[in-house]
């Protein structure tokens, strides 16, 4: 059963756009998490969100915990191609459940 | 280093043949977790450790696949008879505590695994 549905599966944009990721769940979580995972390396986490409602910032990424605890967004703007990368969402307790991830292109 | 180590980084086998695979973990982190990762897609969990006990193996595909951690440190994960799908990239992560939001995990670069 998967747990953290994430869409779009697949992004490709051009430098300087906009683009926000998805993680939806039927299920209700006590947080959740980012993580970016680059070629050839582990996935290293971005942010964890606790709270419903919650908004954080990290420079031109911004992360949001749905009101419910169910549902996260990840929001880039201005996208550089440094940002180029599998972006994963994931909810902790025990193991660490993950989504299929976010593969983000982004092209100079 | 710092960091969760793994070794080997990548590893060719013939179908049939056994394979380990080995993590060390950052020092004092007390749970280690072994997942999986196809092409492109996400982490498959396959077993934690808390300490030098299993809680969940839920997750480990079939009786081919056994993993130990001695001491509190080291793990090896332990693949026999291999098998084509058993290709992946094997990841393996730390963290200071279990399942906690403010313990977060941190991963090794982990084994490519090719099976001929």
């Known amino acids: 059963t998967q747990l953290l549905e994430q869409s779009p599966q697949f992004l490709s944009i051009q430098e300087g756009e906009n683009l926000t990721v998805y993680c939806n769940s039927s299920?209700?979580?006590?947080?959740l998490q980012w993580y970016r995972q680059e070629p050839g390396e582990g996935p290293v986490l971005l942010v964890t969100?606790?709270?419903?409602?919650e908004v954080k910032k990290l420079k031109r990424l911004t992360f949001q915990f749905g009101d419910a605890r169910k549902d996260s967004s990840l929001h880039i703007t201005a996208a550089q191609p440094g940002d180029t990368g599998l972006y994963l969402c994931?909810?902790?307790?025990?193991?660490?459940?993950f989504g299929q991830g976010t593969e983000l292109s982004v092209k100079p | 280093g710092a960091g969760v180590s793994q070794s080997p980084s990548n590893k060719v086998t013939e179908k049939g043949k056994d394979v380990e695979l080995r993590c060390d973990p950052i020092?004092?982190?007390?749970?280690l977790y072994w997942y999986r990762q196809s092409l492109g897609q996400g982490l498959e969990f396959l077993i934690y450790?808390?300490?030098?006990?299993?809680?969940?193996k839920s997750g480990l595909p079939s009786d081919r696949f056994s993993a130990e951690r001695t001491g509190g440190s080291v793990s090896t994960l332990t693949i026999q008879r291999t098998q084509q799908e058993d290709s992946a990239v094997y990841l393996c992560?730390?963290?200071?505590?279990?399942?906690?939001?403010?313990?977060?995990?941190?991963f090794g670069n982990g084994t490519r695994l090719t099976v001929t």
């Open positions: 299920s209700v979580f006590s947080s």
């Open positions: 450790f808390q300490g030098n006990s299993a809680p969940d």
């Open positions: 020092s004092g982190h007390t749970a």
């Open positions: 969100v606790v709270t419903g409602g």
């Open positions: 994931a909810a902790p307790g025990g193991k660490l459940i």
């Open positions: 992560a730390s963290s200071l505590f279990e399942g906690s939001y403010n313990s977060p995990l941190h």
